[in-house]
């Protein structure tokens, strides 16, 4: 069978499975996310939250994390996890793209598509629409390209394990566990916001705006397994996915518009990388539903979250050793597929709590084509310092940074963990990976296994 027969049936038997149990999952519930914490309200420091007393504060929870904590569902905290509650501290945005914002800031604009999208003009780097007003109708469209510029740095490595028990792990009903060690690899051509550089990087390969590169060095049966994700300056252009499959020596072109098969064999989708939120804007609609506060570990331990023992088994939920939590006030988003194009999506819902300090996913909210909750994603970030800025510090850097990066099936009974680390920024990365042109494009794919 071919691959990408392969990716196509899996794909159905992952349809088939969700809809065969959707009837008994949640449905989705605006006013989960209307009746959230408001900014005013708090945690007091050093309050610990357990499974018996978790309902005072569900209202600090993404309905993911709630899901886990009530029991109700076949993944459940166990009985001895503890949420210490820390001080908030704040992360910020580094100096750079702080000063394109401004630069730039006010020759951005939004678009209107014929088919209810919206594309962009104007915008050359930094925060696309620093100041969001809640009122507006369009607040949470102009959420979804803040979160799509974010900051990336023009050059990012991060490897996925073998360090203590680190890396790519999935887990199914049965608690079988599959790992891998994999690296990633992303370039950024355009818009680029790095202390030395200019806007566009001085190794352009075409109008490639983003390059997502994910390579598997273990297991041996899936060693040198490329998929390459191409995203194009121009956003309403349709981005490209490649997998380079060993065996036949070769990269494969998917179909563009398979942005619901599995990454990598995992529980993420295409459009489920860099941290669960990797959507094509112009094809999107989004409606902010408010700003609220929700509970995160946004500065892990360095070396506790790196280590898989510090996770909870089966559940991968972490423990005290992964860091202590804080209230971070986000920005509540609820995503979803332009009418046109809603037929066939896997997602109805994506719910996204974006953080206001860096636009980064903190918790996302998945709700299957039926309206059903069915996954649920968290964000543990360990916060890395910035070359060539001092004092100034970094979160997911787009997806590649240190990161643990946790999905929970709730219908299939599925976990993918994703410990990130060893994140290396531009200068800093390994030399070998400096070459785009192998790394970033699909005719270098093949120069793995070289």
């Known amino acids: 069978m071919k691959p990408s027969v392969c990716v ?11 809809s065969g149990t959707a009837r008994s999952q949640p449905a989705y519930d605006l006013t989960v996310y209307t009746s959230m914490g408001e900014a005013s309200e708090s945690i007091p420091v050093g309050t610990k939250i357990t ?16 899901s886990l904590m009530s029991q109700k569902f076949f993944w459940k905290v166990p009985a001895e996890a503890v949420l210490e509650v820390g001080p908030t501290i704040r992360i910020g945005l580094p100096r750079k793209y ?7 800031r006010n020759q951005v604009k939004l678009v209107p598509q014929p088919d209810g999208g919206y594309s962009i003009s104007g915008y050359v780097a930094g925060v696309p629409f620093p100041d969001i007003d809640p009122k507006d109708p369009l607040a949470g469209v102009k959420l979804i390209y803040d979160n799509y510029y974010n900051y990336i740095p023009y050059r990012v490595f991060s490897e996925a394990g073998p360090k203590n028990g ?3 792990t999935a887990v199914d009903r049965y608690g079988n566990k599959t790992w891998s060690y994999v690296y990633e690899i992303y370039y950024k051509f355009k818009h680029v916001s790095d202390p030395g550089m200019g806007v566009n990087a ?14 598997v060095w273990q297991p041996e049966q899936s060693k040198y397994t490329n998929d390459l994700l191409i995203f194009y300056d121009d956003p309403a252009r349709a981005p490209e996915v490649y997998v380079f499959v060993p065996a036949l020596r070769r990269s494969l072109r998917l179909s563009s518009a398979a942005r619901c098969a599995p990454l990598l064999g995992s529980d993420y989708v295409a459009d489920d990388s860099r941290e669960g939120l990797n959507i094509q804007p112009p094809i999107f609609q989004g409606k902010l539903l408010g700003t609220r506060r929700v509970l995160q570990i946004a500065h892990a331990d360095p070396a506790g979250y790196q280590n898989y023992n510090n996770y909870f088994s089966p559940t991968s939920f972490p423990n005290s050793g992964v860091g202590r939590w804080e209230l971070r006030d986000a920005y509540v988003v609820d995503i979803q597929r332009i009418p046109s194009l809603q037929r066939g999506y896997c997602y109805a819902h994506r719910v996204v709590f974006l953080d206001k300090e860096t636009y980064e996913p903190i918790d996302i909210d998945l709700y299957d084509s039926n309206a059903k909750f069915w996954k649920g994603i968290l964000n543990i970030y360990y916060p890395t ?5 001092p004092g100034d510090y970094v979160t997911a850097l787009g997806g590649p940074g240190n990161i643990c990066s946790e999905l929970w099936d709730i219908q299939n009974n599925h976990i993918t963990l994703a410990i ?3 994140t290396k920024i531009n200068a800093e990365v390994p030399h070998q990976y400096w070459d785009s042109y192998r790394w970033g494009t699909p005719a270098g794919m093949s120069q793995v296994m070289q």
Do not use: C, H
Request: aromatic share 16%.
């Open 420 to 422: 990130m680390y060893n």
């Open 8 to 18: 196509g049936v899996l794909f159905l038997l992952t349809l088939l499975t969700a």
């Open 166 to 168: 680190a890396g790519w």
């Open 51 to 66: 499974t018996k007393n978790w309902d005072k504060y569900q209202r600090f929870m993404s309905f993911g994390l709630r």
């Open 98 to 104: 702080r000063e394109d914002t401004e630069k730039y």
């Open 202 to 215: 001085p190794d352009q390969q075409g109008d490639i705006f983003l390059s997502q590169n994910n390579v």
């Open 385 to 389: 310092p910035m070359p060539g800025s």
